[in-house]
Nanobody, 121 residues
């Protein structure tokens, strides 16, 4: 009933930029935090950036100053602008959102299907 659909991944050279987008759709009453995670081959999934409904943001240290997360509450979308990309940023990036489907519903965590980002050296 709720879907998160990502777009914007691809192949880029080191130093380049990519912009990831994620749109939430379906039965949505409200969205709390939205964020981006990534999982590189052989590694655990890690939080990259998160943004609250009020606009507060937090980033993993390795992307601070290079990545910017933003959201449009009216459109239920979140974006990740990635600049100065490095080969170590190569991973599958997943959109995440804490969503409540009805006023009386509990918050639930939803994930997108993932979009691959490859940074060549």
């Amino acid at each position: 009933q709720v879907q998160l659909v990502e777009s914007g991944g691809g192949l880029v050279q080191a130093g380049g930029s990519l912009r990831l987008s994620c749109a939430a759709s379906g039965r949505i009453f409200s969205i709390n935090s939205m964020g981006w995670y990534r999982q590189a081959p052989g590694k655990q999934r890690e939080l990259v950036a998160v943004i609250t409904s009020g606009g507060s943001t937090n980033y993993v240290d390795s992307v601070k100053g290079r990545f910017t997360i933003s959201r449009d509450n009216a459109k239920n979308t979140v974006a990740l602008q990635m600049n100065s990309l490095k080969p170590e940023d190569t991973a599958v990036y997943y959109c995440n959102a804490a969503i409540r489907q009805r006023l009386v519903s509990a918050w639930a965590n939803y994930w997108g299907q993932g979009t691959e980002v490859t940074v060549s050296s």
